[in-house]
């Protein structure tokens, strides 16, 4: 392991006591302790992941947080747990009446985080380019197309007309199932981008028997009627093009530039079934709150958010089996830790809210079930702050900032950032859908005014290598442990832009607000 202080950090330190208030010590002391093998990778449900909402739970207490679950500090969720039972699965195209069997794992998995049906499912192949339906940009994947009963086949990414975080929200999966579902779609085949795949195919299907998870409460269920799902290996995906008129190395060179993409029949069907087991299962969110002074204000809650959970115990990789999740987000739920132990002393105006949610990994599942059913009244919550995987693993000169153009939080962002020397910048890789994929998201689709921002890099840079490589070799991986180089001053200094902020709109008379031209402003009331 090797920890290193940043020189930003310390020409700020320089500047004389008090300066900052972290150092990066402390939060790597709480991101040991939650990534420690003990805790067996913190899988949803587990005895790991339990273990760690008790250490949260201590910390809390002696910081002088409040509980505010439903049971003390503790919010429980129940879920359903569901596996493909791969040896009972198959999957084939067929061509002219001739089966070509995939192999599972090596061309193609099945997703079960939709609910699949048992029985065998054969239907046509229609390739529908992004899959798109953007009634605010006139963009639809599936004018003209005929796709009741069939099964479409998608590759990720969204063309570059439409703005990132309006096709990244499109993308999502309760979105797009809602508009393939009127069309009379019956399954999906989603390709990956092979220009923004976080991570190799090989890791990616290492898991495909690692459980899935759902809210267990028919309210939240986005997929009903979607009857199989698969991920298709994109070294492998020429085979679903065989006999069109395009290749995958084309449409695939296309979706790299964020180009238009044809739309077609394929002249192959699918046949497929799924044998999935199914548990139930409960897990919790893990709530404090730091009450606020000002009578007018205190009702109101900043929320401070990360999620808890990681992936548990998996496939082994170079004999490591613990997938830790130091970084993700072992690192967010530390800095939540640290800095509210920072706050005790301070007095502000709203109260603030941490919330450690579960399931994360699972799909969001944890933040989805909180947005929906807080523990305080949801009129209350004025913003989310969310921290995930923030990797501190270069020195803070940039700071990457999910929804800095969509509501004022940006803008204080911004200037807190630019005091501190640190240069803000919007999402500069739109294809990962950063935007939709962390907890800030559920927040956002409930109205609150909610951002994310993480240390950044510039392009072409050897930092932008350093980061590429760590998707590559530890984001979801076990090599994302404690023994990995991390940047103290980086973390301290991304600590200090939160604290700030979080102190910032506590103290603020006025709520948070979305800019009049953000496309999520329609779900503020």
């Known amino acids: 392991m090797k920890l290193f202080v940043s020189l930003a950090a310390v020409a700020l330190l320089a500047q004389g006591p008090g300066a900052l208030h972290f150092d990066g010590k402390s939060w790597w002391a709480h991101v040991t302790a939650l990534a420690g093998d003990d805790m067996e990778g913190r899988e949803t449900g587990s005895d790991g992941l339990r273990k760690a909402e008790a250490y949260v739970v201590e910390q809390l207490t002696k910081a002088g947080l409040q509980p505010a679950g439903v049971n003390g500090f503790y919010q429980p969720v129940r879920f359903v747990s569901r596996q493909i039972v791969e040896e009972d699965s198959s999957a084939a195209l067929v061509r002219a009446g001739k089966a070509e069997p995939l192999v599972l794992g090596e061309d193609a998995f099945f997703s079960t985080r939709a609910d699949l049906v048992p029985e065998e499912i054969a239907a046509p192949l229609v390739f529908i380019g992004y899959g798109l339906s953007v009634p605010e940009a006139n963009h639809d994947d599936r004018a003209g197309l005929d796709l009741k009963g069939k099964v479409v086949v998608i590759l990720a990414g969204s063309p570059a007309e439409i703005p990132s975080a309006l096709a990244a929200h499109y993308q999502s999966i309760g979105e797009r199932w809602k508009a393939l579902r009127a069309a009379g779609v019956i399954g999906i085949v989603n390709i990956p981008n092979p220009a923004s795949m976080d991570i190799p195919w090989s890791r990616m299907s290492l898991n ?173 919550m004025v913003a989310d702050v969310n921290i995930d995987m923030f990797l501190p693993i270069a020195p803070l000169k940039v700071l990457r900032v999910l929804g800095l153009a969509d509501s004022d939080l940006g803008d204080r962002v911004r200037a807190i950032a630019q005091s501190l020397g640190v240069r803000p910048i919007p999402d500069p890789e739109p294809l990962r859908n950063l935007f939709i994929r962390s907890d800030q998201y559920n927040f956002i689709r409930h109205g609150i005014p909610s951002i994310k921002f993480d240390v950044g890099v510039d392009p072409g840079t050897p930092e932008a290598q350093l980061f590429k490589d760590w998707l590559t070799r530890r984001y979801h991986a076990p090599s994302d442990d404690t023994r990995q180089p991390v940047d103290l001053g980086a973390a301290g200094l991304y600590e200090e832009i939160v604290r700030r902020l979080l102190v910032e709109v506590a103290n603020d008379g006025a709520r948070p607000r979305w800019k009049p031209d953000s496309f999520f402003r329609r779900y503020g009331s």
Do not use: C, W
Not at 221 to 244: I, R, V, W, Y
Not at 266 to 281: E, N
């Open 208 to 380: 495909r028997a690692h459980p899935s998870m759902d809210l267990a409460d028919p309210e939240f269920d986005e997929t009903a009627g979607l009857k199989t799902q698969l991920t298709f290996n994109p070294a492998q995906a020429e085979k679903l093009f065989a006999g069109s008129d395009h290749a995958f190395a084309e449409l695939a060179a296309l979706a790299k530039d964020r180009k238009p993409l044809p739309r077609f029949p394929l002249p192959a069907s699918l046949r497929a079934r799924a044998t999935v087991r199914k548990t139930t299962l409960e897990s919790a969110n893990v709530v404090a709150r730091l009450p606020g002074s000002d009578p007018a204000l205190l009702d109101e809650d900043v929320v401070l958010s990360a999620h808890l959970d990681h992936l548990g115990i998996g496939e082994p990789i170079e004999g490591d089996r613990i997938y830790n999740g130091a970084m993700d987000d072992g690192s967010g739920s530390a800095a939540l830790l640290d800095i509210a132990a920072s706050l005790k002393t301070e007095k502000l105006r709203r109260s603030v809210l941490l919330v450690f949610v579960t399931a994360e990994e699972k799909g969001l599942l944890g933040s989805k079930y909180f947005a929906a059913h807080p523990t305080v009244e949801p009129r209350s």
